[in-house]
């Protein structure tokens, strides 16, 4: 339930501190993976990890290891503000099927309106960028609100420059 941006339009971003007052708890790594575990045994194949933001867990990885060793084939919803360089060679040993991005907008203004983040556009942008070098498969999600539709034409452009495929909502 935790993100590290905190947009209008969204109900799973928490804080840290939101979480612990609302009286609930994340599930453990260990819950999660019995839980995959359990729907693997059942049939399931693929997996998507999603969020709010996926990465601000400090054992994303942990989670993401073990499911790739039950065999499951992963793909991640990411806002790709937490990638850089040492996520990108870390998921380069073993690529998920697919990442996610959602792009939020076309600038850092409309980051900073929309997400909260004055740097957002760069930081993602760069991600994507890292990530399409070490060969990882990307798909950028596109949610349009009254925040950035203005952005909209920019970002299909950014998409097709990219060589991309982009799914609005």
Same mark, same amino acid.
């Given at each position: 339930?935790?993100?590290?941006?905190?947009?209008?339009?969204?109900?799973?971003?928490?804080?840290?501190?939101?979480?612990?007052?609302?009286?609930?708890?994340?599930?453990?790594?260990?819950?999660?993976?019995?839980?995959?575990?359990?729907?693997?045994?059942?049939?399931?194949?693929?997996?998507?990890?999603?969020?709010?933001? =996926?990465?601000?867990?400090?054992?994303?990885?942990?989670?993401? &290891?073990?499911?790739? %060793?039950? @065999?499951?084939?992963?793909? /991640? $919803?990411?806002?790709?503000?937490?990638?850089?360089?040492?996520?990108?060679?870390?998921?380069?040993?073993?690529?998920?099927?697919?990442?996610?991005?959602?792009?939020?907008?076309?600038?850092?203004?409309?980051?900073?309106?929309?997400?909260?983040? =004055?740097?957002?556009?760069?930081?993602?942008?760069?991600?994507? &960028?890292?990530?399409? %070098?070490? @060969?990882?498969?990307?798909? /950028? $999600?596109?949610?349009?609100?009254?925040?950035?539709?203005?952005?909209?034409?920019?970002?299909?452009?950014?998409?097709?420059?990219?060589?991309?495929?982009?799914?609005?909502?």
């Amino acid at each position: 339930a935790r993100c590290n941006f905190n947009c209008p339009m969204c109900y799973v971003h928490m804080t840290p501190e939101q979480l612990k007052a609302s009286g609930r708890q994340e599930l453990t790594a260990k819950q999660w993976l019995d839980i995959a575990l359990a729907a693997k045994e059942k049939g399931m194949l693929f997996v998507l990890l999603t969020g709010g933001e =996926p990465l601000v867990r400090k054992d994303f990885f942990e989670i993401y &290891d073990g499911m790739r %060793e039950m @065999g499951l084939l992963i793909s /991640i $919803n990411s806002n790709g503000t937490m990638i850089d360089e040492a996520t990108v060679r870390w998921l380069k040993e073993c690529p998920p099927s697919r990442i996610n991005i959602t792009l939020y907008g076309a600038s850092d203004e409309t980051y900073r309106c929309l997400c909260g983040n =004055p740097k957002g556009f760069t930081q993602v942008t760069h991600a994507i &960028d890292l990530l399409l %070098e070490a @060969g990882i498969a990307v798909k /950028i $999600n596109c949610s349009i609100t009254p925040h950035n539709s203005h952005d909209f034409d920019a970002i299909i452009a950014y998409a097709l420059d990219k060589k991309l495929p982009v799914q609005a909502s």
